[in-house]
T-cell receptor, first 113, second 111 residues
């Protein structure tokens, strides 16, 4: 298996633009997580899905953030409109169950100018 | 305040020295995991501990889960530059609960 695949690896966008981050989890994994990592706040859980259903989105900072998982092999995290404070590395991770080993993608480094 | 507190936040040592990083909580965890993250990459699992008092060794790395399952430590013997990275602990409060990550310890091993 290729592991968790995220795209793009890097994204630079202007404030106010819409940003869509994509993730392909490992086949057979039931749980998918979106994290945001910054030096100041560390690794923060934004939202996680179990069997494609959003279970806990309490970490989503604002209504500007939304996430979908239309099927077991694809998820998106959208920010609209983006702001400079959204600049961070966004990770997607998947696991067989929500408390077992999490396999992380390589992340998307987002810069909003 | 984070559910899992890691200390120290940053550690810089010379090659060959030993180091210990800690992961503490006031809550009990059913299991605890340690991850290492290298620059430009996502965290990668090193070990999972599930039993209070459990000790696991991975080459020069020794992981211990506290008897009360509220804390854990990672000890590295004779550190090497390749051990440089961000060490993260993560725990599940109960089986089936999502993982909660600590703030991480950034380790720099200088040659």
């Amino acid at each position: 298996d290729a592991g968790v695949i995220q795209s793009p690896r890097h994204e630079v966008t202007e404030m106010g633009q819409e940003v869509t981050l994509r993730c392909k989890p490992i086949s057979g994994h039931n749980s998918l997580f979106w994290y945001r990592q910054t030096m100041m706040r560390g690794l923060e859980l934004l939202i996680y899905f179990n069997n494609n259903v959003p279970i806990d989105d309490s970490g989503m900072p604002e209504d500007r953030f939304s996430a979908k998982m239309p099927n077991a092999s694809f998820s998106t995290l959208k920010i609209q409109p983006s702001e400079p404070r959204d600049s961070a590395v966004y990770f997607c991770a998947s696991s067989r169950y929500r408390d077992t080993e999490a396999f992380f993608g390589q992340g998307t480094r987002l810069t909003v100018v | 305040t984070q559910l899992l507190e890691q200390s120290p936040q940053f550690l810089s040592i010379q090659e060959g020295e030993n180091l210990t990083v800690y992961c503490n909580s006031s809550s009990v965890f059913s299991s605890l995991q340690w991850y290492r993250q290298e620059p430009g990459e996502g965290p990668v699992l090193l070990v999972t501990v599930v039993t209070g008092g459990e000790v696991k060794k991975l080459k020069r790395l020794t992981f211990q889960f506290g008897d009360a399952r509220k804390d854990s430590s990672l000890h590295i013997t004779a550190a090497q530059p390749g051990d440089t990275g961000l060490y993260l602990c993560a725990g599940a409060r109960a089986a089936g609960n999502k993982l909660t990550f600590g703030g991480g310890t950034r380790v720099l091993v200088k040659p």
